[in-house]
């Protein structure tokens, strides 16, 4: 879709709506767009906007959709592109951004519109976001949208319900409600010069490997980019030998530009490689400390990025299980007697956390080693018999699990 760039349109508008339909249209990532070069050359406060429209549509897409399609000839029609998302733009800004004057709202959702490829579906914009405005003006009886709260609307059903089954319906609703704001950061550790910006979750999970063993003399971070959690072992474990694996080519050879800009991370030594099947060059048994963070559907950071609901199908479910299996049995293979591995994802879901953690220690080659004394206090609460689980609006972060492993010692 390429926008005409009107004059009528902001620039801050028109590269939302470039970027939705990047998101839509592909599996590119919003955060990675946010960050092109394109947005970068906006203006600060065109570039704050952009991104409120981008991550505000994603995460209340499905809300959005339920509140325009009612009002549709034909509920069930087929939108042009251009037209749903100019839609969904506009709706958003409705009813979510009061600092957004309704009319510049509805205007320049039209002409996005017009502008994107669908002149035919301009007087539909216009016609449904001026009902949207009456209707909030001057509410109904019976409202737009409700038999859920419209932050458990814009979650599918499906894992709303997985949630409700698995933690409770209060703590499923504050789930969505935290999914539905830009997440908290600086709450559980205090910056500290030299370290790498992160979300607290994964600065969680970096802080819990490196102090699970004293002194180690190798280490290994099975799935390292974009390189964050590396970075802080590295800091924290300059003696140590740290070898990085990663899948991706284009996203190794990024992390290796980013540990060479730092004196604290350069010994950090990069391996492109497959964890589900290790290079003969990563020996069985020659680890002392091992972070394994696997892949994972990454339902704990929908805040963070809340594309990933709208692609997440519950049958994606256990090929990913499988596959952090997988990965972790060949991770724990790698461990030297007596060493640790910590295991953990973003992921709420108990199949790819502890559910995987029994099925690759099946064996009884390793124990399970209680984590609790290494975190901070503002997230005791979440350690659950040994393991780590930080759940979104019960603690001030990401949706975060971890467990610690340690192999037996034969010595």
Same mark, same amino acid.
């Given at each position: 879709m390429k926008s005409s760039n009107q004059p009528a349109i902001s620039p801050a508008r028109d590269a939302a709506i470039q970027i939705l339909y990047r998101v839509m249209s592909s599996a590119a990532h919003s955060d990675d767009l946010l960050h092109s070069p394109a947005v970068n050359r906006l203006s600060a406060e065109d570039r704050n906007l952009t991104t409120a429209l981008v991550l505000g549509v994603l995460r209340w897409q499905l809300q959005l959709d339920a509140v325009l399609r009612p009002m549709l000839q034909r509920p069930d029609?087929?939108?042009?592109?251009? !037209?749903?998302?100019?839609?969904r733009l506009g709706i958003f800004q409705l009813l979510h951004m009061d600092r957004i004057p309704p009319h510049a709202a509805i205007h320049?959702?039209?002409?996005?519109?017009?502008? /994107? +490829?669908a002149p035919h579906a301009a007087g539909m914009v216009n016609a449904i976001l001026r009902r949207v405005q009456r209707e909030k003006e001057t509410p109904r009886r019976t409202p737009l949208v409700v038999p859920l709260t419209p932050e458990e609307q814009a979650h599918p059903e499906w894992l709303l319900s997985r949630w409700r089954k698995n933690f409770g319906n209060a703590v499923a609703r504050r789930i969505a409600v935290y999914d539905q704001q830009e997440p908290p950061s600086g709450q559980l550790y205090t910056p500290e010069e030299g370290l790498p910006q992160i979300d607290d979750g994964s600065r969680l999970i970096a802080e819990i490997t490196?102090?699970?063993?004293? /002194?180690?003399? $190798?280490?290994?971070?099975c799935c390292a980019a974009p390189g964050g959690k590396t970075a802080v072992l590295a800091i924290r474990h300059p003696q140590a030998e740290i070898i990085a694996c990663d899948i991706s080519p284009k996203r190794l050879e990024a992390m290796r530009k980013r540990m060479d800009r730092s004196e604290s991370t350069k010994h950090v030594k990069t391996l492109l490689a497959d964890m589900t099947a290790p290079p003969s060059t990563l020996q069985a048994g020659s680890f002392d400390l091992i972070l394994c963070d696997a892949p994972c559907s990454?339902?704990?950071?929908?805040? $963070? /990025?809340?594309?990933? $609901?709208?692609?997440l199908r519950e049958s994606d479910l256990?090929?990913?299980?499988? $596959?952090?299996?997988?990965?972790?049995?060949?991770?724990?293979?790698?461990?030297?007697? +007596? +060493?640790?591995?910590? #295991?953990?994802?973003?992921?709420?879901?108990?199949?790819? /956390?502890?559910e995987a953690v029994k099925a690759a220690t099946a064996s009884g080659a #390793?124990?399970?080693?209680?984590?609790?004394?290494?975190?901070?206090?503002?997230v005791t609460s979440a350690a659950i018999d040994g393991t780590l689980?930080?759940?979104?609006?019960?603690?001030?972060?990401?949706?975060?699990?971890?467990?610690?492993?340690?192999? !037996?010692?034969?010595?």
């Open positions: 029609a087929e939108l042009h592109d251009a !037209a749903l998302l100019a839609l320049e959702s039209v002409e996005m519109a017009r502008a /994107n +490829g490196a102090a699970s063993v004293t /002194n180690p003399r $190798r280490i290994l971070d990454g339902t704990g950071t929908l805040a $963070r /990025n809340p594309e990933i $609901r709208h692609r256990p090929r990913q299980a499988d $596959r952090q299996k997988a990965i972790l049995t060949q991770a724990l293979r790698l461990l030297a007697p +007596g +060493g640790r591995l910590v #295991y953990s994802t973003c992921s709420l879901e108990p199949e790819e /956390n502890l #390793y124990r399970s080693i209680d984590l609790a004394s290494l975190l901070p206090e503002s689980r930080t759940l979104p609006g019960t603690q001030p972060c990401d949706g975060f699990f971890a467990a610690l492993l340690e192999k !037996a010692d034969t010595a």
